[in-house]
């Protein structure tokens, strides 16, 4: 079995960009992060990992969230960065990406946390 083979899920991949927004009446600018309309790297070959137990619903108000620390793991040369937006293509649901770590030259893997509301972590 290769390495080709087990990245068996596809993601879309938004990198945050940072612009400096001013609030207008001569004041300075404050920094505001956001992520792009379009995905940066589209339909990228990935393998989304989850183990049992991280998954979780927690009951809030007004709904419930679902919660999730799942690891993704992408070829050597993907572009992967920290607090990327991944949006997995299958189910829709967007995580953000954790420091990414390099294996041996061969493959790439990092954390993604799920929370209700996809902010830079």
């Given at each position: ?74 070829s ?17 649901y ?14 790439k ?13």
């Amino acid at each position: 079995m290769s390495f080709e083979t087990m990245l068996n899920h596809k993601c879309d991949v938004y990198h945050i960009q940072k612009a400096d927004v001013s609030p207008g009446y001569n004041l300075p600018g404050s920094p505001l992060f956001s992520y792009p309309e379009t995905p940066d790297i589209e339909g990228l070959a990935c393998h989304f990992g989850v183990k049992s137990g991280t998954r979780i619903i927690v009951q809030q108000e007004p709904q419930a969230d679902y919660q999730a620390k799942v690891k993704l793991v992408v070829s050597y040369n993907a572009d992967i960065r920290l607090n990327d937006k991944i949006v997995d293509v299958d189910t829709g649901y967007e995580y953000t990406a954790e420091l990414p770590v390099k294996i041996r030259d061969h493959h790439k893997f990092t954390m993604l946390h799920r929370t209700n509301a996809q902010e830079p972590l």
